[in-house]
Every structure is written in C-alpha cells, then in structure tokens.
C-alpha cells in the first residue's frame, strides 16, 4: 500500500490548511496523521477507523482539527484550522490493519506534508 499526502505549505497564525492522503488500494484501512516538529520525536494527531465510526484526536488539536474519510476515493483528510506556529512540523499519513494511535503500531507510512505556521 502506498500512501500519498498532500496539501502541506506555509500558513500565517489561525489560518487554515486541509491535508489529503490518498492510498493506493480501494481496501479501507484504518488512517491516522502523526506529525513530527524538528528535534522532537513523532506523535499523534488524529486517527480515524476503516468505516469513520471512530475518531480520535490529541488534547492540543481537539476543536480546531477535523478527520473525515472518502473510502470512494481512497482519501483520508485533515482540516485543520486556527493554526499555531506550534503545529509547525511535518505531517505523516498512516495505514493500519487494527487500529491504533501508535506509531509503531502502523502498517504503512506516507513521504509526509509539511506544514509550516508562521507570521
């Protein structure tokens, strides 16, 4: 399975970014974006199950990120809005068989996007 993420780029303070990951196979897997900010190891954002019956996010993106799904589409988004500069990293699709908010736990990864947030 191959992942593609897109929608990346340089956004000032409460701006808005929508971040695209699209998977190379029609089977729904479960998705999850992680994010990874220089010198700092890669945690979790947000998660959402094969079907969209669950959803999970971190304390910090909680009211200003949204998950959602097209399985038509094979695509996995991320809105995210009022922007920090400290959502400032690179942003990293994944693809699990069980889903998971673990990093180790995912099957397959993307290149990954990155979102910069500043003035």
């Known amino acids: 399975v191959q992942l593609q993420a897109s929608g990346g780029g340089l956004v000032h303070p409460g701006g808005s970014l929508r971040l695209s990951c699209e998977a190379s196979?029609?089977?729904?897997?479960?998705m999850a974006w992680f994010r990874q900010a220089p010198g700092k190891d890669r945690e979790f954002v947000s998660a959402?199950?094969?079907?969209?019956?669950?959803?999970r996010y971190t304390d910090s993106v909680k009211g200003r990120f949204t998950i959602s799904r097209d399985n038509a589409k094979n695509t996995v988004f991320l809105q995210m809005n009022s922007l920090r500069p400290d959502d400032t990293a690179v942003y990293y699709c994944a693809a699990s068989r069980v889903y998971s908010h673990s990093a180790a736990r995912q099957d397959y990864w993307g290149p990954g996007t990155q979102v910069t947030v500043s003035s």
């Open positions: 959402i199950s094969w079907n969209g019956g669950i959803i």
């Open positions: 196979t029609a089977t729904p897997y479960n």
